[in-house]
Nanobody, 121 residues
């Protein structure tokens, strides 16, 4: 069983920065992947970024150039560095983990409880 605990959310003004963390416990094994998603009440969950076990990263077009996903294997922690934040980035942010059977794909099985990010104009 894998457990994920997010932290680092908060309130910030537009143009500011935040770094989200996701502490992971447990073992997935094999080729794994971790990612960030976000959701606004009343809207569908939106994929933000993914990092695979070999370090390959992908980011949604809406955040590319502003957000960076990374991981520290020694600390079993996933990060999302968010710069140049916009009001439309306001959402609950979720960490997720799963397996990548084929490079470039990810099946997410485990989810955290979320951390709120609020960006004011």
């Amino acid at each position: 069983q894998v457990q994920l605990v997010e932290s680092g959310g908060g309130s910030v003004q537009a143009g500011g920065s935040l770094r989200l963390s996701c502490a992971a416990s447990g073992y997935i094994g094999g080729r794994y992947c971790m990612g960030w998603f976000r959701q606004v009440p009343g809207k569908e969950r939106e994929w933000v970024a993914t990092i695979e076990s070999d370090g390959i990263t992908r980011h949604a077009v809406s955040v590319k150039g502003r957000f960076t996903i990374s991981k520290d294997n020694a600390k079993n922690t996933l990060y999302l560095q968010m710069n140049s934040l916009k009001p439309e980035d306001t959402a609950m942010y979720y960490c997720a983990a799963g397996r990548s059977a084929v490079p470039g794909t990810c099946t997410y099985t485990y989810w955290g409880q979320g951390t709120q990010v609020t960006v004011s104009s």
